[in-house]
């Protein structure tokens, strides 16, 4: 009995072992990507000491530098990153390791042009720029694979190396050389199990003649017209990228330490990437987030791009880059941030669930194609005043840090986002704007202060876990998933819906049955026509807009059935169908516009529906007060108010008795308080 208990106490030592090794932020970091290889003279000690007099706690290196580490086949030259690791870990600072497979050295290109990506219609890369490569090669995989078990071998042991990044901002970007399209055609027969007529069948293929009698017939994406191919071409792109990072995942598990962690970083355009699959091995998954500056900035780039990878990733994430100055490749686009926007927008980034914020990067480069990509440090390599302001910011972010490190949300709004309808609406447009306006969407719930998320439909068909869906055109939907949109409506959800969903099945066909199909229970009406249109008012303007009472592009003759009505166009002929309607269904509500709404009448619409389902009230705050809450890791409530302004707000603190994390104020409910121009108040609830 004594071993047997000595044993179970053995197991639970080693799994709080397990547990504890896994790595885990204790306090947020704030650094920046740092390239020692780019300086224009040797200058590595002194820019760890401005890092330290900074206050700088993290950088990412070596993402870029495969040229570096490999100059030429098989001679690997890791001396000069031993020498950073090793300075960085004396001062403190802590190191994410890239593997640098996004940009190919000379000698690989030159030997093997092979790995060089084929563009449609005869296209082709040319050395010169990253990302220029068939990333699925197995050329180019070979080497891939030497060069970062040939890192993994020397530095997983590091002390310094926290972390490791796989490849950079990785999408198929175009690929469509020849292999590459055998693997589609071996992904679509196992897909369809090697049934030509089923193909032919959903594919519509006898369309144009189309219709093929054997695999070998099956045509290249180059001049393809069908939205079924490429609609599933663009599922395959996606599922080769997953693919490739998990690769690499698998290879960087195989060397690094339990207290070390892997990661990648997307762009927040993130309609090419299966960000689940991706995401699949990764603890802490990473996004890029550039966003306007000066009187355009808003703080609602970063909300989106956090709200989107923390929902799929169910975790906290890390912003691997952002802006530190004027961005761009080229001097079009040098907007520097106000005083105290870097601050702010830092905060922002805490606000919405990242544990981390690094910039791009510690140093402006002196030549190369992002030469005005501006970092920390300008091109003359001294403090200035972006560097006083880092400063400032990492000073707080060392008192506070660990109060707003690991912010939990529980969001009662979501945003269903769909890759398919994406890039579906792309090949069939119906407008010069966005087809798919799901960044409207997001602009009409946070600048009205409704905290959301960004759910991938493809993924989940669970809604139960939030009170609103807000839905951009579904255009492209399997009935099982429409039908999970009309159970949670009976169920007493609420849904704002656009225009065009429901229209095609989940192969980009066109349903042959009356507009919206599935939905049609949970909408409450159908159609069976739709027009063009240029600018429409609303008749009486139904929801009092000071601002564009407009829709646009697109109109649907709406037959309600058991919808009510909530506006019309004002237009002679248009105007005998409703285009804005909502039903009430089992428990629930679904709100549906059957046109394009001006941005200020699709706000009016949104904060119609979140008031009636409880979410916020008609008297809560709006734009340029935003309010970004969540709970801290020792179980506090923690809120964030921005003042998006250069002038003064005064809001009042409708909230119990908190703490002003920065200034260590008591603030009372009921207190009123200042907001600075491009201020930021953090309250933590006592």
């Given at each position: 009995m004594k071993n047997k208990n000595y044993f179970i106490l053995l197991v639970l030592f080693l799994s709080a072992l397990q547990i504890k090794a896994q790595y885990s932020f204790d306090n947020v970091l704030y650094g920046a990507a740092y390239y020692h290889e780019y300086m224009p003279y040797e200058r590595l000690d002194e820019d760890?000491?401005?890092?330290?007099?900074?206050g700088l706690t993290v950088v990412r290196v070596g993402e870029s530098a495969w040229g570096v580490f490999e100059p030429q086949e098989g001679n690997f030259e890791f001396e000069w990153m031993d020498r950073i690791l090793d300075k960085m870990h004396a001062a403190g600072i802590k190191v994410i390791l890239g593997t640098p497979t996004y940009s190919i050295p000379a000698w690989l290109a030159y030997k093997h042009p092979e790995v060089l990506a084929e563009h449609a219609k005869g296209n082709k890369a040319y050395y010169g720029i990253r990302q220029n490569m068939d990333f699925t090669n197995p050329t180019y995989q070979f080497y891939c694979e030497r060069i970062i078990r040939k890192m993994l071998e020397r530095y997983a042991q590091h002390p310094a190396v926290i972390g490791y990044q796989v490849d950079n901002e990785t999408e198929a970007r175009g690929v469509n050389n020849r292999d590459y399209f055998f693997g589609f055609r071996n992904y679509i027969k196992q897909k369809f199990n090697n049934d030509l007529n089923l193909l032919a069948k959903e594919w519509g293929m006898n369309y144009w003649g189309m219709n093929i009698n054997t695999w070998e017939e099956f045509y290249p994406r180059d001049g393809v017209t069908s939205p079924s191919y490429k609609n599933e071409w663009e599922r395959y792109n996606r599922k080769e990228v997953a693919d490739f990072l998990n690769w690499q995942c698998d290879l960087v598990n195989e060397y690094k330490r339990k207290d070390q962690f892997?990661?990648?970083?997307?762009?927040?355009?993130?309609?090419?990437?299966?960000?689940?699959?991706?995401?699949?091995?990764?603890?802490?998954?990473?996004?890029?987030?550039?966003?306007?500056?000066?009187?355009k900035q808003d703080g609602q780039r970063i909300a989106y791009a956090g709200d989107f990878v923390r929902t799929v990733a169910d975790n906290n994430y890390i912003v691997m880059e952002t802006n530190a100055q004027g961005i761009g490749w080229d001097a079009r686009t040098q907007f520097p941030p106000y005083d105290n926007q870097l601050r702010q927008n830092v905060y922002a980034h805490y606000a919405s669930g990242a544990n981390m914020v690094e910039y791009w990067h510690w140093s402006t480069l002196h030549y190369g194609q992002e030469t005005y990509w501006r970092g920390v440090l300008g091109h003359d390599l001294q403090p200035n005043r972006i560097y006083k302001e880092f400063t400032t910011t990492a000073k707080e972010l060392e008192r506070i840090g660990s109060h707003i490190v690991n912010l939990k949300k529980k969001n009662r709004a979501a945003i269903l986002y769909s890759h398919d309808s994406y890039h579906a609406l792309g090949f069939m447009p119906y407008t010069y704007k966005s087809n798919y306006p799901i960044d409207m969407v997001h602009k009409a719930l946070y600048f009205q202060n409704i905290e959301t998320d960004i759910i991938p439909c493809d993924k989940t068909t669970d809604f139960s876990g939030y009170d609103m869906l807000v839905i951009p055109p579904l255009y492209v939907a399997t009935d099982q998933l429409l039908l999970a949109i009309d159970e949670f409506v009976q169920s007493g959800g609420h849904v704002v819906m656009m225009h065009k969903s429901g229209y095609c099945n989940e192969h980009s066909a066109v349903r042959a049955t009356l507009a919206p199909g599935p939905l049609r229970k949970a909408c409450g009406f159908h159609y069976q026509e739709f027009s063009t249109i240029g600018d429409l008012s609303l008749k009486d303007n139904p929801f009092q807009l000071e601002g564009k009472n407009q829709i646009s592009d697109w109109y649907e003759f709406l037959i309600p059935e058991t919808a009510t009505p909530l506006a019309y166009a004002e237009h002679p002929f248009f105007g005998k169908w409703p285009v804005v309607t909502e039903n009430k269904y089992g428990k629930g509500k679904l709100t549906y516009i059957g046109a394009y709404p001006s941005q200020e009448l699709l706000n009016a619409i949104v904060r119609k529906a979140a008031i009636h389902a409880g979410i916020i009230s008609s008297e809560s705050d709006v734009f340029p007060i935003i309010q970004r809450s969540g709970i801290n890791k020792a179980g506090k409530a923690i809120r964030y108010f921005f003042n998006y302004s250069s002038e003064s707000k005064e809001i009042t603190h409708n909230y119990p008795t908190s703490k002003e994390l920065i200034s260590g104020k008591t603030v009372k409910e009921g207190d009123h308080v200042t907001l600075p121009p491009w201020g930021v108040l953090i309250m933590e609830v006592y």
């Open positions: 760890i000491r401005l890092m330290k007099r900074a892997v990661t990648h970083c997307f762009m927040p355009d993130f309609h090419n990437i299966d960000q689940v699959e991706s995401f699949r091995q990764m603890q802490y998954p990473a996004i890029n987030v550039y966003h306007d500056v000066q009187d």
